[in-house]
């Protein structure tokens, strides 16, 4: 196996917490490369159902599971989340953080709910959890990170000086209550004293793996689409959600990468705001976000769905070199008599080679579909891909053929047991 990476390819969503539970089977350690406790992640084994926001999801496989120094981490959502796995009877003993992941503060959330909530009109739609503040101090060389709380006299002078600016901000500019530094670092220091023990350094860990060729698995939050460079700016997440950053945001050296799978799900969803060519405001929307319970895992919010858009995967195959896909609720595509695919996007007339950059560009784009006869038998007890309805097999192979990369892996529902190998 050596290393590979899963990743989402479209706008999150994708099954990515089902897909890397299935992969963690044959890894010996799961990486987190980006992202904070914004993304929601699900595995449901047997009658259980898990919930992850910042613990990569091969834990549940009781494998080691690393938290890499590209995510941004809250400490008090960390300790609950592993408390909350710790209950279900999980092995946290197994969980290893970087000392250098940046903190998620009060302060941050706080600004993200506040900036939110008062530029209604230019909103993003963000989970006001924080993570965009907090990659903003990161790339402001102001951020707490994780080793910071060994040294209390170096970071409490570091954070003193920080809020004396943001609570200027909170009060001034916002005309709400400034946050109190004894507190602050009160609340800090408490859950510090929780995961210090899990804290180490990546490097070490990622070279002791690789020297003794263990597998490894780096897992994505979000999609491409929402990747901060490459995806629907400004409808994005804060961090570069693509595999090029896994090499930085998990210490993989690049030359180790042996794999790249793509995760999507048989049609497109997104949470938010933002373009979404493909969305449907009505029957078809209600039905797969009805049958795919679309809701998000974090928020709880309604997705957006429409049909699915393999322009857009497209782009992000290329972005990712994608090498295999792993297909996701393709069963929610049963009983449609017809599925469209959105194939092509045209803006004044002419076909567009990679995806439109400006929100201008965005609201001119005419999609080009392709119509393929839908089936009804349920799907969600097979195990093979011969014994797949004859159109659900059309409906693989046309992605196939269309995108130039093999469908490896095939989910016919949430059930880890709903999973097998093309």
Known sequence: MGVKVALGIQWGDEGKAKIVDYLSSESDLVVRF?????AGHTVIVGDEKFILHLIPSGIIYNKDVLIGSGVVADLKSLTEEMEYLKNKGIDISKIYIDKRVHLVLPYHKILDGLKESKNKNSSIGTTKRGIGPAYSDKASRVGIRLYDLF?????EEKVKE???EKNFIIKNFYNFQPLDFNELMDELYY????IKEHIVDEIEIIDRYLYD???IL???AQGTMLDIDFGTYPF????NTISGYTTIGAAIPLKSINEIIGIMKAYTTRVGNGPFPTEDTEEIGEFLRNKGNEYGATTGRPRRCGWLDLKAVKYAVRLNNITSIALTKIDVLTGLDKIKIAVDYKIDGESVYSYPVSELEYRKIELEYIELDGWNEDISYIKSFDDLPKNTQKFIKFIEDYLNVPINIISVGPLRRQTFIK
């Open 34 to 38: 980006q992202g904070g406790a914004n």
């Open 151 to 155: 040294d209390r006299t170096y970071v």
């Open 162 to 164: 920080i809020l004396e």
């Open 191 to 194: 859950y510090f004293d929780i």
């Open 213 to 215: 060729n263990k597998n």
């Open 218 to 220: 780096l897992e994505g």
């Open 236 to 239: 994005v997440t804060s961090s």
